[in-house]
């Protein structure tokens, strides 16, 4: 979920990861985020992630781009795509293997 803070500038941003398949690819995930200024990393968890970004941080587009740099498929999640209004491309939803009953 995207949810604006108090600061002008700043904006949360909730991931979608796709790849990630143990805790060495939530390490790294979570190394690569922290690699980039203006990102606080809240949570890294197996497919998902959570920042806040600061205004004069990386871009969203800079923070996928060093996340698929590290290996792994990421998007905005939809939720977050459509509230932030950041025009970069947006996870499917569904798909679990429950979805079909």
């Known amino acids: 979920m995207t949810s604006p803070t108090s600061d002008a500038g700043t904006q949360r941003l909730d991931l979608t990861i796709a790849v990630m398949t143990c805790g060495h690819c939530i390490s790294a995930v979570r190394e690569t985020l922290h690699s980039l200024p203006g990102i606080t990393v809240e949570d890294v968890g197996?497919?998902?992630?959570?920042?806040?970004?600061?205004?004069?941080?990386?871009?969203?587009?800079?923070?996928?781009?060093?996340?698929?740099?590290?290996?792994?498929?990421?998007?905005?999640?939809?939720?977050?795509?459509?509230?932030?209004?950041?025009?970069?491309?947006?996870?499917?939803?569904?798909?679990?293997?429950?979805?079909?009953?």
């Open 46 to 101: 197996m497919g998902k992630a959570s920042v806040t970004l600061a205004g004069r941080g990386a871009s969203p587009a800079e923070m996928i781009e060093a996340i698929r740099e590290a290996g792994y498929q990421a998007a905005i999640s939809v939720r977050a795509a459509t509230d932030a209004k950041t025009g970069l491309p947006q996870a499917e939803t569904g798909g679990s293997c429950c979805s079909s009953r």
